[in-house]
């Protein structure tokens, strides 16, 4: 795993140039996901015995991963998000795929393949209908469709006609869509492509269909999840750190006390962060090691934690890099102005309000056992 993550870091650092000059609707950073496929990072999410690397899928892989994605998060969010929604595909393939779709799914993305996943709805809904030799029609229309026009094998989920939501692999390649890009106009991560797309009488076969109905939403896996887009927010904040240091230094403005004083405490707001990566990693090993419904509830409430502690952190730094840098640095072509973009936009996920709630509810009736001395039982154990 080590050579994945000094890649991932590679790639990142690698990335902030191209990051610039794809800030647009209209672009995508193609040199930057040729760098990912060529250091075998769209294949590491599967399984070893379909040719990957295991990276995400057992216990002891989740610190790389996470590590993973903050190193390309740190040099591009609009990338770091392509390849977090490619690993969630590849995730899900391998929780409920059988042998044979997973070994189809595996070639694809063997052969280059970038799979994504696309779940938001947009007014009209997505359906699935049976037709002849068990195959199916996908109509309607997703938003927020991440990718468009790069990827090529979506997981997308749409309602049969019982209600039940499934989930289906689109060969985008073999369907005609509809892609609006004038449905994507963002503050931030406008490179990104999320657009909004329909399907009209897309033809889906059944060894397209990946598990059950309402699979999708099963957890801890769902909700789980945030651990990884949240890795992707703690790079850019790591990030901004750095960029800021650098702007004070190259204008010799370091011995003045109050940029000490901010640099100090953005030091210590992405050093908290990484300590969340680390110990959330450490609960995602414990959970596949022990898969039981109190240990999936309490990695969900973990992970909840993670995702709204790191969410405060990355608006703290970003509010101190500013005050850092002054109306200057907001200019071109420093990069702040755009990470802080990016990263304001991505970390509007949903329903924030309702996972902290969560917590709250938890905490309310349970203990959570997250104490130092547990994480550092844990990881002396292993």
């Not at 840098?325 to 304001?344: C, M, Q, V």
């Amino acid at each position: 795993m080590a050579e994945l993550v000094i890649s991932a870091q590679i790639i990142g650092e690698n990335s902030l140039s191209e990051a610039a000059e794809t800030d647009s609707i209209d672009s995508f950073p193609k040199k930057t996901l040729a760098k990912l496929k060529s250091a075998d990072l769209l294949t590491a999410s599967i399984a070893k015995k379909y040719g990957g690397r295991n990276l995400g899928l057992s216990s002891g892989t989740n610190l790389a991963l996470l590590t993973i994605l903050k190193n390309i998060g740190r040099g591009n969010l609009v990338m770091g998000r392509v390849l977090e929604g490619h690993i969630n595909a590849q995730i899900l393939i391998h929780q409920f795929g059988n042998q044979k779709q997973k070994k189809l799914f595996a070639e694809d993305a063997f052969d280059g393949r970038l799979f994504g996943v696309w779940n938001t709805q947009a007014e009209s809904g997505t359906i699935l209908s049976k037709i002849e030799n068990g195959k199916y029609l996908l109509n309607g229309t997703k938003t927020f469709a991440t990718g468009t026009d790069f990827v090529t094998r979506p997981i997308v989920t749409a309602a049969k006609k019982n209600g039940d939501w499934q989930m289906c692999v689109v060969p985008l390649d073999e369907v005609m869509v509809k892609a609006d890009s004038s449905w994507w106009n963002p503050m931030g991560m406008k490179a990104s492509r999320s657009f909004k797309i329909t399907f009209a009488k897309a033809e889906i076969p059944k060894i397209n269909l990946l598990g059950s109905a309402g699979e999708y939403y099963k957890q801890p896996g769902f909700s789980g999840g945030a651990v990884r887009f949240a890795a992707i927010h703690l790079g850019a904040a790591e990030q901004l750190l750095d960029e800021t240091k650098k702007y004070l230094t190259d204008l010799n403005r370091t011995q003045d006390p109050f940029q000490k004083m901010r640099l100090g405490q953005m030091a210590i707001a992405v050093e908290s962060g990484n300590q969340w990566l680390n110990a959330a990693a450490v609960r995602m090993d414990r959970y596949m090691e022990q898969p039981t419904i109190n240990e999936g509830e309490s990695f969900v409430i973990y992970a909840n934690m993670m995702r709204t502690a790191i969410e405060q952190i990355c608006i703290d730094v970003m509010n101190l890099c500013q005050k850092c840098i002054g109306a200057r640095g907001l200019n071109k072509p420093y990069h702040f102005e755009r990470i802080i973009r990016d990263l304001s936009t991505y970390l509007r996920q949903p329903a924030p309000d309702a996972v902290l709630t969560d917590v709250g509810g938890y905490v309310l009736n349970n203990d959570l056992d997250i104490s130092a001395s547990e994480i550092w039982n844990l990881n002396f154990k292993k």
